[in-house]
Every structure is written in structure tokens, then in C-alpha cells.
Nanobody, 117 residues
């Protein structure tokens, strides 16, 4: 059973910062692509950012210039640095590890992020 362990959520004021972490089993980390999703209350889950083994990244438009996805191979951990946060960033955030082109995927347990106005 592969488990991804998330941490770093919480309450922050508008304009503040948070960093989310997602610990991935060492044995699969170098083979996977990584991504962060979020799901606001009453909304569908949406892709926030993704990072691939070749170093490429992509972001949803609403977070470009504010959020940064990264991965640390030595720590087998993925991160989402969130700066200049807005109330509309409030959501449960999930990390995902996947093998591009394959169905196999793993999800974190979710962590609540709340941005107060």
C-alpha cells in the first residue's frame, strides 16, 4: 500500500504564505510525476500545479506567479510554496503521484488551507 503523507496546511491571512509538503515513498519517487490539486467547498477538484521528471512544470492560471511546485529527490518529497495568498485559494489541497501514460496513481490524504480576508 503506497501512502503519500501531506503536511503544512493551516490558516493564513490574505497576502500570507504557506508551504505544503508531501512525502512520497523513496522507492517510487524518481519514477513519478507530481502534482497538487485542490477542492473548494462545493467545487470540483482542480489541478493547481504539476512537475515532471524532466524539470518541466505547469500551473493553473490563477496561481501563476504566486505558487511554486518543486520536488526534492534526496528527501523524496514534493512541495507547494504558496505566496500572496487570496481567499479564493481556500480549499483542501491534495498531492498526487503518477506515472505519465499509465493509470497507476497515488493521492495524499488532503490538507485544509484557509485564507482569511
Amino acid at each position: 500500500q503506497v501512502q503519500l503523507v501531506e503536511s503544512g496546511g493551516g490558516l493564513v491571512q490574505t497576502g500570507g504564505s504557506l508551504r505544503l509538503s508531501c512525502l512520497v515513498p523513496r522507492g517510487i519517487f524518481r519514477y513519478i510525476a507530481t502534482a497538487w490539486y485542490r477542492q473548494g467547498s462545493g467545487k470540483s477538484r482542480e489541478l493547481v500545479a504539476a512537475a515532471y521528471k524532466d524539470g518541466s512544470t505547469n500551473y493553473t492560471d490563477s496561481v501563476k506567479g504566486r505558487f511554486t511546485i518543486s520536488r526534492d529527490n534526496d528527501q523524496h518529497t514534493m512541495y507547494l510554496q504558496m505566496n500572496n495568498m487570496r481567499p479564493e485559494d481556500t480549499a483542501v489541497y491534495y498531492c498526487r503521484a503518477f506515472f505519465p501514460g499509465m493509470k497507476t496513481e497515488y493521492w495524499g490524504q488532503g490538507t485544509q488551507v484557509t485564507v482569511s480576508s
